[in-house]
């Protein structure tokens, strides 16, 4: 135990100045494109979901509850809300940095999270006409994260934040390496197994930073494979759905929302396994 606690000690350590330096990175652009990502969101008109899936894969704090917020006002459509949710990457971005995942890895995961975005969310609009305006809601644009203070103090906040549940999602995996076995643990999520995506879409739409971090850590480990990985980032928009449960009192429609984008994550989740991607 006390080598298994060393192991996961050091592994952590390792990755915590590329942490920061990524959180350093996303805050600064968090702070250069807010107030434009807003207007330009809000602009969007009839191409929201093709603007919305390209800011959303832009590393920015709290863009999808922005979209939420800017949702529940009608003030973007349908289509366009769920481009964004499915272009958010949440932590998966700093953590793939911070891991030193090779780039094509990255551009691919970024790619096809923009490229299903933009192509769902025209389809929905099609599907569902945009309401008319409501009486706008106090929603905090940010999770909490000081971003109007400066970019270090956030930076520094989500790092911390980030590396505990780094810790403790390494820690559990070391442990099932040695008592269990890396190979009975990639034999769980196999990547014949059909179930995976459904699994793995259901951890994505906690709402909750930590789901994006157990997705990407099995991912970076290669115990859960690509297509399985992506369905539940796909799922994944961060607090979003906690701020739209919070806010939106039409219970109906928000059980909608989580069942077109759950039902989409799985989908391409079953179609990339499909095709072996």
Do not use: W
């Amino acid at each position: 135990m006390q080598e298994i606690i060393l192991d996961t000690v050091l592994d952590t350590l390792k990755i915590l100045p590329f942490l920061f330096i990524a959180f350093l990175i996303i805050e600064f652009f968090e702070h250069k494109l807010s107030k434009k990502t807003e207007t330009t969101i809000k602009k969007a008109g009839k191409f929201g979901p093709l603007i919305g899936s390209l800011l959303g894969a832009l590393p920015q704090c709290g863009f999808s509850v922005l979209a939420t917020n800017l949702y529940i006002t009608r003030i973007i459509s349908l289509g366009t809300l769920i481009a964004i949710y499915l272009s958010t990457s949440d932590e998966m971005l700093p953590i793939l940095i911070a891991e030193k995942a090779p780039m094509n890895n990255i551009l691919l995961l970024v790619g096809i999270k923009i490229i299903i975005g933009l192509i769902c969310g025209f389809i929905i609009d099609l599907i569902f006409k945009k309401e008319t305006v409501k009486e706008n809601f106090d929603i905090c644009e940010h999770d909490h994260c000081d971003c109007e203070h400066g970019i270090f103090k956030p930076a520094i906040k989500h790092t911390i934040k980030t590396l505990v549940f780094i810790f403790i999602i390494t820690f559990i995996l070391n442990i099932a390496f040695h008592y269990i076995g890396k190979e009975n643990i990639e034999h769980i999520f196999d990547k014949t197994t059909i179930f995976t995506p459904f699994i793995a879409s259901l951890i994505g739409l906690i709402p909750n930073c930590g789901a994006s971090i157990v997705l990407t850590e099995l991912y970076v480990s290669n115990i859960l494979p690509l297509s399985s990985a992506l369905a539940g980032l796909l799922a994944n928009s961060g607090v979003a759905l906690l701020i739209l449960f919070k806010s939106n009192k039409n219970l109906k429609e928000n059980v909608k929302i989580i069942t077109i984008l759950y039902s989409i994550s799985v989908s391409v989740g079953l179609i990339l396994k499909i095709f072996k991607i």
